[in-house]
Each structure stands twice: as C-alpha cells, then as structure tokens.
C-alpha cells in the first residue's frame, strides 16, 4: 500500500489488526469480522493470525535476539523445545543466527529489522503486516530488506507492506494501492515479481 505520510496507511494497518476500531462500516480479514471482537479474541486473532513488523523494530531491550523472537511462541502457549526450533531456524534463515545471544542494541539496523520478521513469523501466521519496514534503515540493508520480504511473499507469505516509497513499492509489490487523504485512489495488479538470489 501506497501513500504519502498522513494518507492513513498505518490507520488502515491498525484496523487490519484490530488496534483500532473502525468509526463506521466494518473489517473483515480471512473472513473474520475483526470490528466485532472482544478485545480478547482480537489478541487471540493477533497471536495466531497476524505477525506484525514495525519502521523502528520494536525488539525490547532487556530480552536477547532470540529471547525476542520466542515471546510470541511463549504467549501462543507453544512448547518450549518446538519454540525454541522454530526461533533458531528462524533465526538461521533469515542470517542473524549469530546475534542469537545478543541484546538488540549490537546488530546493525537492518539486521535488527530481520529479527522483528522472524518474531513476525514465529506462530506461522497467515497475514504479515509491514509498517514502513525499510524506512529507518541505510540503502543496503533496506535492500536487504525488501529482497527478504520478496522471497517471503515468493513462497506463499501475505504481505501487507505499507510506505510511502515508490521505489520500494515498485520492487516488492504484486499489487499497489495508493491512499490519498485516507481514500482509495488506485489500485494495480502488478507483475509477478522475481525472486532476488
């Protein structure tokens, strides 16, 4: 999704994930009526079907790499050994395997970015919403960036990418919508996109 700052991409983002409540009208996603959930079952619809990838990473400092990326794991109720798998392969995937032990203040901006994929991608869900994923990073690792979610969506991953870059737009999407003051203003299917090796 395209638009400028303020078009209302990241509000469209919120009620996707049932942060915010719509005004009027309604949310459906995966034929789920997200607007009329309790705001128990919206964090029971968070953990098992939407992972979540902020501009600014959102890793909590006091808890290492891999601690990080197991918290969803934890409060889904997965098993210890199976989560902890999962996150290291995670981990290894994604090529911060390394920074396993490490607090998030040591990996470089992009690398960081890569672990807040991996906790995304935790639970396996269905839908991951991406909020400006590449707009706090340097040019190379926003590239890095968008080659992954690339191949993520390549795979069969759901990506709702929010931004207001064109170029980034461009590279990663199969579809752009464009929001202008909160409206629709365009909606492309685009060609499939090649895989970066």
Known sequence: MLGRSGS?????????????????????????????LSETALAGFRRERIGMVFQF???????????????PAQLAGMGREKARTQATGLLDRLGVARHARTYPGLPSGGERQRVAVARALMNRPPLLLADEPT???????????RALLTSLNAEGQTVLLVTHDTALAAACAT?????????LHSDVRNAPLAVAR
């Open 8 to 36: 209302g991409k990241s509000t469209l983002l919120n009620l996707v994930a049932g942060l915010d409540r719509p005004s009027r009208g309604s949310v459906q996603v995966g034929g789920v009526a997200v607007h009329a």
């Open 57 to 71: 990473f959102n890793l909590l400092d006091d808890l290492n790499v891999l601690d990080n990326v197991l918290l």
């Open 135 to 145: 707009g706090a990073l340097d040019s190379t690792s926003a590239a890095d960036v």
């Open 175 to 183: 579809r752009t919508i464009e929001l202008v003051d909160g409206r």
